[in-house]
């Protein structure tokens, strides 16, 4: 609390520096001496900005007087930096003349085609979300930023040990890929814990691409990719720093610096979460949130070459200490049957590099490997696995004159072993060893202009798995744009995915439910469709942007964990049908002249899976903990006067089915609930002091652990005190059990 108290004093004497101030003002023009209305201008990661008006003029005041980078941007324009210097009380005048580009947004994407291009010109609809998004409303990892993005969210699947997973579109986490500088870094073993352990202080931004990428990226990318791009060495601030701490007793510290060393660019970066406070507010004698102590180092190296040839390489190390459990839990107590639970530790190391052949033709050899350790104890449960993965690539592109194309050979090597019968020799069940899959495959892709407002994507990729054979997956996308502000895109394609329930699925371990499989396991496979609008429209005092989606996913072959049929267990098995997926989302985001923003977004859908029951009729069966409505709201605003930057973020979600027993007392539905937070930042030169209350109006789900006094189940079989035969069950989960909490934080960037 004390280290609390020190970020508080740190914040007010910010708020308080409020210092000399001038002004700038001025016209935007383009070459051919035009205004350019709503064009946005301002300090680069400052409040400090503005938007022209129709007549191509700004005005931006309280600026601390000094020198300063001015940037200004524009849909259809190459951004463009200068630098004034700006004297006390004073009208600094600046014109400004910006040049235009054939491409409507000067935005690059890799996502979507494995290669650089601008978004408004991919094919594939690419979002981009950068930090200053996500420091709206600060998390300590790049898990919780995500559920400012419409249509995807976290979901906490264990309240006792907190794992989660990322679901776009209404689909489970296994279903997304999520990468590291498109190197598939976070998968099977690491998917549990690994996105916690993810910093935001390493990364420059993050695309997403909702929708089957299996095509480019193989298994695992079927409800889509989210694809950290880290910071480039060469731009990275020369230092940063961010530090922050909430009354909860969460700490969280990230800093990086960068330096030059002949050819090479080096960018260090680390991060530090501790949270060791055991809250139990209400009352069933479990954490709250789990304990948690966790370091991450980053670096990353970038040389020079000639012709300016890729060549990068960065090396990652992480370890967490994880407990969740009775409040009364020590650690002499793990892996036994008196007081309950879960201790997680976990050490990993990645390698993630690029090298550009020195050759005339553009080749580039991408490679990633990563060990994965975990030592965990769920109850009296050992979860003890290891997870060797190494990736590499070589990646082909042409540019003609009307294709563009990219083709490339991919292997992918996993190698992991655990604690559990699924890793044991069939000859000596007491001989533990490692499952060994390669899985090579080879894909092309042709990005063709057809006219000058048309573009075709075709691609293909074929994989081939030890167990099931060669696997197809096609794609095909089409692209209309009539202008500069308004592009219109369908695209179709299928997705696969290759499944180890026990690197995946949590609830296969937790709690007292048995694992059962049914059946020989194939891969799954789905179809998707998807229909896309991106628009700028400009208005008076400002613009929106608009995007919009319809989707629709088929499944065959899906494999869902049935919680249902028997409450101790949990029955893998494919699905005797088809699983449906669909839906439509749409994000509204306005910028006034007056520095208001307000973003609204939302992402309505529909989960279900049919099946036939034991009378051979089909039936239609709701996904669980898939709300049908998930809303997004982020407004921000600017006091001029004294410079303070307000944001009001939020998350809304409609009722979800829940995982229940027969005759549960526990409603089998969530209810409508949102998630408020409120934040209050100011900028003094190069240091930003923010503060905030997260959840301020303390909503807290009700009874989220069954039967939490007897976690053992050693009363269990009492049917006088126990007559509907409930367990120990920890997977009624649709929201943080963190009630309200207040938190400040200090960021500094030197450049």
Known sequence: MGNFFLYSTMFLYCLTALGQTGSLQGKIYNSSKEAISFAAIGIPNTSLSAV???SGFYIIENIPVGRHKIKTSQVGYLSKEVEIYVHESTKERLNIVMEEMENSSEEVVVTGTMQESYKMESVTPVEIYTPKFFQKSPTPNLFYALQMVNGVRPQLNCNVCNTGDIHINGMEGPYTMVMIDGMPIVSSLSTVYGLMGIP???????????????????SEAVAGVVNVITKNPTKAPFVYADVNATTWGEYNTDVSVKWKQGKAHSLLGLNYFNFKNRIDKNGDGFTDMTLQDRISVFNKWSFDRKENRIASIAFRLLYEDRFGGQMNYRNEDRGRDSIYGESIYTQRAEVIGAYQLPVKQNLVFYYSYNVHDQNSAYGTTWYLARQHVGFGQMVWTKILKKHNIVSGLAMRYTAYTDNTFASRDKI???KQ?????????????DDISITAKSKVLVGSRLDFHPIHGFIPTPRIGYKYQPNKSHSFRINTGNGFRVVNVFTEDHAALTGARKVEFVGAIKPEKSWNVNLNYTGFIPLRKGFINVDGS???NYFTNKIIPDYLTDPNKVIYKNLDGHAINKGVALSLDFSF?????VQLAGTLLEAFKKDKDSTGQERKVTQLQTPNFQGNFVVSYTIPIINVMFDYTSQLYSPMKLPVYPNDYRPEFSPWFALHNIQASKTVKNVVCYMGIKNFLNFVPANPILRPFDPFDKKANDPVNNPNRYTFDPTYNYAPLQGMRFYMGVRLTIR
């Open 433 to 445: 060893i490692y499952t060994l899959t390669p899985l090579p495959g080879a894909f092309v892709q």
């Open 200 to 218: 935001n202080g390493i990364v420059e931004r993050i695309e997403v691409v909702k929708g089957p990428a299996s095509t480019l990226y193989g």
């Open 428 to 430: 000596d069940s007491t």
């Open 593 to 597: 002249t007056n520095s208001l923003k």
């Open 550 to 552: 319809v989707f629709y």
């Open 52 to 54: 022209s008006d129709t």
